[in-house]
């Protein structure tokens, strides 16, 4: 199976304070969706699916813990490969359009359009890592998928005017007597005058991942030169894959990358986790690993993370020793965990198995973390997890088609 089908074949309110994540007007700068509680507000929901038949829709909801929802043929179509929202707007990556689109989301429920960038000439391929940097600006990067030598491009987007306001290209690893591996480019946050990137390495000639400890990719911001390298040897890994939820921050500002390091999934297959960097600071923080695989056994791959706060996160995880290639976990092979970030714990809540695509883009609001779990040849559902609670307080709210496939769960602004 070649890099693309990999890295794309997962078939797949009133303005109040956001805090925590790349989606707030706070400082930080991961893509979490988090939003400040507010219990009685209502609003709609925007859900970025692809339905059973393989076709791709943003469709509306007014609520998650009830009803039904249905993507044939509702709503609006959108053949995204990449998701993010911010504030109160949704994008989408169209691959098809070779468009990366901007919709609006309306306190009535509307979803609209908005504006649209073409990103041929503005970075190579297309925007593969999206990342909020504040209120007002996106940073986008691309690269080839083989051949970048070394280069990849990236691009500020003005937001909510949606206009490109600087571009340009960064290096990123290349070792010339390996001209098959190449690196790709994760997602990453501001702090301060840095930009610090995830990402993995993959070997064409080998056919597989591979990897030499934990690797982050420092750039001087805004000018997204000067790179250096930081790694630790805690395990193994690629980290903030891009699609994925895979980058989260706590209230103090400290950073936390999901490092996978399945063999089906951007690393060698050892232990997968959690590493972290400090708020201010240019390195992995040396006694910070949170092992997820050891604990749970079945060669457990952690694939994402979102902060709810408290020091509790949840996150997806698939089982490898239930696979036998990167395809299989398109099948009831993942699962929802409980992460203890102080503790560096990690609790596996009891729901059922599903394909681990419940990670692209997942809801923190309300203090509470909403997910996709969709078994395929089970009743799917949006399910509600409260930190508070135990390894059986996972609901099922939002009913989906069985064979629904969940990219982005949005709040619109509150009615």
Sequence with gaps: MNKNSKRTGLNYVAAFMMVLSTLSISCSSDNDPIIAPDENAERSYTIGAWSPDGSQYLAQTSSLTEGELSFVGNGLQANGSRY??????????????????????????RLTQK????????????????????????????????GANGVAGWARIRVPEFSVEARGTLNVPYNATRPGVE??????FVDGNKFIMGGYYYDYQNKGYTASGVQAMVYDYPSMGNMRVISSNVTN?????????SLTSDEQGNHYF?????????????????VRIKKGEERFDPDYFLDVTTPLGKQACL??????????????????????SVRDRLGNVGQVVKLDLTRKQVSLMNTPLSPVSMVRSPLVINGKYYTAITPTNGAAAIYEFDPAGDADSGKPGLQLQTGTTVNLIAPHPAR
């Design 84 to 109: 993010l929202w911010h504030k109160n707007h949704v994008y989408v990556m169209n691959l098809v359009l070779r468009q990366f689109i901007q919709y609006e989301m309306h306190p009535d429920g």
């Design 237 to 245: 890994a690629g980290i903030g894959y891009d699609y994925l939820s």
């Design 258 to 274: 999901v490092a996978s390091a399945g063999r089906f999934w951007t690393g060698l297959g050892g232990k997968s986790g959690v």
């Design 183 to 188: 690196f790709a480019v994760g997602r990453g």
């Design 115 to 146: 504006g649209a960038i073409a990103v041929d000439g503005v970075v190579p391929n297309y925007f593969q890592s999206l990342n909020v940097v504040d209120d007002n600006t996106l940073l986008v990067l691309g690269s080839q998928e083989q």
């Design 303 to 324: 694939m994402g993370i979102n902060y709810v706060g408290g020091g509790i996160a949840f996150g997806t995880v698939q089982y490898e020793e239930m696979m036998t």
